[in-house]
């Protein structure tokens, strides 16, 4: 009998959402599960690669800002092309699509959505030294919130005033995102497990900044007691509708069984798309 799914995060949460079939191959089955722990670059489709590079490198530049090491645009240009290279030598992508043509694309891709972010208000205040006390994180670290454990911390956190700030970057956003707010509320779970930050809803903002068609966008959220207690049943209701497709697939025993996505855009960067009956 299998374990019950405990693990809530974006990532799954919008994995679960677009695709269940999807979403069971990465998450549910021991045979898949074992192999993308043990090859985590080798399922990622170029355009992802370019994504998951871009922010890596972003973060790179967060330390070194953090350090007052300021980049160069030569030096953000370099140090992307650097990561996709590196990193298009871990995917499978390389010996089975030949990535000489795509990388090229893919750094001046890498490089663009990074310089725009840099741009970004927020950020410029940040590399401008306008925001004195601030510190990023990467969302490695669980929240345990009842018997969930919960990936929700924020990427960057400042304060001003006598205000807690807590941001969360996109770096590839869909265009419609019914639960944005309740999605970014998940960032004051992470804040009631910090024993320095206060406890109380007001004396925080949230936002949200996410890569739409071509251009980076802003979200505030103005947290409340409400809405941070329908984020809590928004993660208790996915883990739930995820254990009972877990239910499911251990019935049927069969992946192709699994529903597969509304809206076949999002086939396009599927690892699993070898095979998978909407090409039927
Ligand atoms: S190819 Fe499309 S339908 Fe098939 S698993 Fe991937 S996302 Fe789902």
New binding site residues.
Partial sequence: MPSYVTEWSLTRRKMFC??A??FT?KYLTDKYREFNKNHPAKRLSPWDLMILSTRQVFFQWLEDLHRNVIWSDKMLYSTIKLKIITNSHETDYQQKHGLNFDKKILISKGYARLKKLIRQPLLKKLARGGIKEWSYHERTKVVTFGHLDVYCSPDIVFRTGNKWNLVRLNFQSEIKQPYLDLELTTMLLWSKSNQYLPNLESKFNIYGIFYQQGKWHQKRVRPSKKGFQETKQLLENDVHQMNLLQKEFYRTKDIDAMP??NS?S??KR?P??TN?P??A
Wanted: overall charge positive; some cysteine.
């Fill in positions: 677009n695709c079939r999807r191959i597969l996505t076949p999002y086939c599927c699993y798309k998978c909407i090409n």
